[in-house]
């Protein structure tokens, strides 16, 4: 019942009115999702609008490589089938999994493609659609997260169910915890349900999200299309084996790892520092939990419109600041940014 509950919490939020109508005052690069808090490092214009230049052949390669990647583990752990190799295969598929939604969050700002159609269509067709979103019904929560970041109506609270009816933070959302704690709730997400609700969700709210008829037709077909062949192919169990499992256990946990890292117990001496966390992270971490640049989370709030690509630019950018370098939470691994969550 609580898990019914929240879904129909989720379809009454989208189908809100124009939930990300753009409120920003004098915005150095006009986006609709531009936040309404202060910006207290405003960069040159002249250097925004550079940084938020789109490069839609590079977002296009890059979105092609996550798909090499997730077709070559399941190829590898097929064709050479063990136990350890399959786990591999989980843990691979599910981080593209995730990198496939970060690359989709960033066709929600509009930044993948110039075209808007052209952006909403591809990334649904090569991000959204596949992992059971879509980039409407995202950019509905992220739209306000982004204008309204940790305040009333801040689109997180709905989408990850951050706070209670009360507006206080729900259990989960309590930091810092202990070390068990925190690994409880990644272990427990991470247990399949959560991610089955998730799928649930998805698939059932973005029928509630206002969209054009030709862009209902085409997910419609896609599903069915997907549907079809598995069927056809008799491939419904390898289906669950490598896109299930991956995105019910790994692709979850990072997820929730993730969001952790940007908004939990994070502490600054000027608020507006504090509202998100930057977590630069090591290689590895790059390519298991954090991808796409995801980890540069201060300056993606303050600069929606620069791509994913262009983040570590704005990044050396802003650490030219003296006020940024000296009160912004940077942090260079995802364990340091997690450390920081944990209680001593």
């Given at each position: 019942?609580?898990?019914?509950?929240?879904v129909n919490?989720?379809?009454?939020?989208?189908?809100l009115?124009?939930p990300?109508?753009?409120i920003?005052?004098?915005?150095?690069?006009?986006?609709?999702?531009?936040?309404?808090?202060?910006?207290p490092?405003r960069?040159?214009a002249?250097?925004?609008?550079?940084?938020?230049?789109?490069?839609?052949v590079?977002a296009?390669?890059?979105?092609?490589g996550?798909?090499?990647?997730?077709t070559?583990?399941?190829?590898?752990?097929t064709?050479?089938?063990?136990?350890?190799?399959?786990?591999l295969?989980?843990?691979?598929?599910?981080?593209?999994?995730h990198?496939?939604?970060?690359?989709g969050?960033?066709?929600?700002?509009?930044?993948i493609l110039?075209?808007r159609?052209?952006?909403?269509?591809f990334?649904?067709l090569?991000?959204?659609?596949?992992?059971?979103a879509?980039?409407?019904?995202?950019?509905?929560?992220?739209g306000t997260?982004?204008?309204?970041?940790?305040?009333?109506?801040?689109?997180?609270r709905h989408?990850?169910?951050?706070?209670?009816?009360?507006?206080?933070?729900?259990?989960?959302w309590q930091?810092?915890?202990?070390?068990?704690?925190?690994?409880?709730v990644?272990?427990?997400?991470?247990?399949f349900?959560?991610g089955l609700?998730?799928?649930?969700?998805?698939?059932?709210?973005?029928?509630?999200?206002?969209?054009?008829?030709?862009m209902?037709?085409?997910?419609i077909?896609?599903y069915?299309?997907?549907?079809g062949?598995?069927?056809?192919?008799g491939?419904?169990?390898?289906?669950?084996?490598?896109?299930?499992?991956?995105f019910?256990t790994w692709?979850i946990?990072?997820?929730?790892?993730?969001i952790?890292?940007e908004?939990?117990?994070?502490?600054?001496e000027?608020e507006e520092y504090?509202?998100?966390r930057?977590?630069?992270?090591?290689?590895?971490?790059?390519?298991?939990?954090?991808?796409?640049?995801?980890?540069?989370?201060?300056?993606?709030?303050?600069y929606?419109?620069?791509?994913?690509?262009?983040?570590?630019?704005?990044?050396?950018?802003?650490?030219?600041?003296e006020g940024?370098?000296?009160?912004?939470?940077?942090?260079r691994?995802?364990?340091?940014?997690l450390?920081?969550?944990?209680?001593?």
């Amino acid at each position: 019942m609580a898990a019914l509950a929240r879904v129909n919490q989720v379809i009454a939020y989208l189908r809100l009115e124009n939930p990300t109508e753009d409120i920003s005052t004098n915005p150095v690069v006009e986006h609709p999702h531009n936040t309404a808090r202060m910006i207290p490092e405003r960069l040159p214009a002249a250097t925004v609008k550079e940084l938020s230049r789109l490069d839609p052949v590079k977002a296009v390669l890059i979105t092609a490589g996550e798909w090499t990647a997730i077709t070559a583990a399941i190829a590898l752990s097929t064709y050479f089938w063990h136990p350890l190799l399959y786990l591999l295969a989980v843990i691979v598929i599910g981080s593209r999994q995730h990198a496939l939604l970060i690359l989709g969050h960033d066709a929600s700002h509009y930044r993948i493609l110039p075209n808007r159609w052209q952006n909403d269509l591809f990334s649904n067709l090569f991000m959204m659609w596949p992992t059971f979103a879509s980039v409407e019904s995202f950019r509905k929560f992220h739209g306000t997260h982004h204008q309204y970041t940790n305040l009333p109506n801040d689109g997180n609270r709905h989408i990850w169910y951050t706070h209670d009816a009360a507006g206080e933070l729900a259990p989960d959302w309590q930091y810092p915890k202990t070390r068990l704690g925190l690994a409880w709730v990644l272990l427990r997400r991470a247990a399949f349900v959560t991610g089955l609700f998730w799928i649930v969700r998805s698939l059932v709210g973005a029928s509630f999200v206002p969209s054009p008829r030709w862009m209902v037709a085409a997910r419609i077909a896609f599903y069915g299309t997907i549907a079809g062949v598995l069927t056809w192919f008799g491939s419904w169990y390898a289906f669950l084996l490598y896109w299930i499992v991956p995105f019910c256990t790994w692709h979850i946990a990072v997820q929730y790892a993730r969001i952790i890292c940007e908004h939990s117990a994070v502490e600054s001496e000027e608020e507006e520092y504090a509202i998100t966390r930057t977590t630069i992270p090591t290689f590895l971490e790059s390519i298991f939990i954090l991808p796409c640049n995801v980890g540069y989370h201060l300056e993606h709030h303050w600069y929606p419109s620069v791509p994913f690509y262009r983040l570590p630019e704005l990044h050396q950018a802003l650490m030219e600041r003296e006020g940024f370098r000296k009160h912004a939470v940077v942090r260079r691994s995802v364990l340091t940014s997690l450390g920081e969550c944990v209680r001593p």
